[in-house]
């Protein structure tokens, strides 16, 4: 699998065993199962051996999500700021990346495939699973094949996507709500919150609407604050 790096001379990179210099964003068309897959890398300056790499997924891509959305890129940022490296990409069918919507199935696949490359780019380093609204959904539904290190959802849709049939999840995980969701009702989250075998830590923002409009520093100070 070899990305096209659009940087100041586009060069082809291959991921192997050997670590790559920290560098600044990155936009990455990666093979996918459909096609192309457009992605974003971000480096912290310090990225020390160790330091864990993120794979962050946007929302609903029939209504505009992208790996553009403000609530996405502050998730990416609060983990820079934490020295962890992320990864944000366009699910099939969304700016450059081919393909259609695949009501969550196709999509976990392309979630596989990118973590598959940033893995293999950076061998070794505990990996951290994130996403918001749809992307929650696809995050919790691919995270028993990822088994990643934690799990990061935000406003997970509950009440749009069956959550019943996904397996427990077995790693530690957070949630983060707002209580003015406009989207998905914000006491279904709470309740299966409590239903979960593997209860995560919980975090309930009465004022925050579904895409936390005025209320994104906070949730970065939510997610640096649970996690750093």
Known sequence: ??????????????????????RSDEKLLLEGPVGVIEALTAYPKD?????????I???????AGSMGN??????S?????????????????????EGCFDEGKGESEDLLTVVDWFRRRHP???????????????????????APERLLLVAPPVTMFDFTSIAPLQVPYM???????????????????ITQPQRPVYHWMSDADHFFHGRLNRLRDVIVRSWA
């Not at 990225?47 to 794979?55: D, E, K, L, S, T």
């Open 70 to 75: 403000k609530v996405v890129y502050m998730i």
């Open 47 to 55: 990225f020390p051996p160790g330091a864990p790499i993120a794979v």
């Open 77 to 97: 940022r609060s983990f820079i700021e934490m020295g962890v490296a992320t990864l944000r990409f366009n699910f099939r069918g969304v700016g450059k990346s």
């Open 1 to 22: 699998m070899n990305p096209t790096i659009d940087t100041d001379q586009a060069q082809t990179l291959a991921p192997n065993a050997t670590e790559v210099a920290a």
């Open 175 to 193: 949630v983060v709500q707002g209580g003015r969701d406009e989207i998905i009702k914000s006491e279904a989250v709470g309740q299966w919150v």
């Open 124 to 146: 070794d380093r505990p990996l951290w699973l994130a996403g918001f609204s749809f992307g929650a959904y696809v995050a919790t539904r691919a995270c028993e094949a990822i």
């Open 57 to 63: 997924c946007h929302p609903h891509p029939l209504y």
